[in-house]
């Protein structure tokens, strides 16, 4: 059973930054790929960023210099750095694991909250 955790969500000013991290039960070697999307209020799920296990990334065009994904597969945990934070960014960010880029993996943790006020 694959269990992805996420933390680091909070309650930030416009212009502030946040680092999520996603742990997973286990190694993350095993997915290709491993990914951050977020749900806002009244809006669809999207994509926010991924990254292949060849380093290859893929972002949202909104968050693109603003918004980092990284892996650590020694720690079997993956990151999303956001700087530069907007009121738009606030969402519930979910980690997604799975197999091609930009396309939503099977295995999804339980979400942590952003809200950026302004």
């Known amino acids: 059973q694959v269990q992805l955790v996420e933390s680091g969500g909070g309650l930030v000013q416009a212009g502030g930054s946040l680092r999520l991290s996603c742990a997973a039960s286990g190694s993350i070697f095993r997915f290709n790929v491993m990914g951050w999307y977020r749900r806002a209020p009244g809006k669809a799920r999207e994509l926010v960023a991924d990254?292949?296990?060849?380093?290859?990334?893929n972002y949202a065009d909104s968050v693109k210099g603003r918004f980092t994904i990284s892996r650590d597969n020694a720690k079997n945990t993956v990151y999303l750095q956001i700087n530069s934070l907007e009121p738009e960014d606030t969402a519930v960010y979910y980690c997604n694991a799975g197999t091609f880029l930009g396309v939503v993996g099977a295995y999804w943790g339980q979400g942590t909250q952003v809200t950026v006020s302004s």
């Open positions: 990254m292949h296990t060849s380093g290859r990334t």
